[in-house]
């Protein structure tokens, strides 16, 4: 499908509702926008929730992956570096 649509002063345009329905694109819904060879590509979008960990999460995970002496010169030989 083909549509016309115009651009705001402000840079915005209208998604006509078809073609949002269609899509299953609902308002608040995200888009992604991409330049491709000189052309605006529009694709349905989604929001990934991405979960936030503390300071001291990650340093017990440190803790807990921490190479002992013995585990870390095996590794290090495995390697061909000097411990």
Request: zero cysteines; proline letters at 4%; charged letters at 35%.
């Amino acid at each position: 499908m083909k549509e016309n649509v115009m651009v705001s002063g402000r840079g915005q345009i209208t998604l006509p509702a078809a073609i949002r329905k269609r899509l299953g694109i609902k308002p608040g819904g995200m888009v992604v926008l991409e330049e491709k060879n000189g052309e605006v590509v529009l694709r349905p979008g989604v929001v990934v929730e991405i979960e936030t960990y503390t300071d001291a999460d990650i340093a017990q995970w440190d803790e807990e992956d921490r190479l002992d002496k013995t585990e870390r010169a095996a590794l290090l030989k495995r390697l061909g570096k000097k411990t």
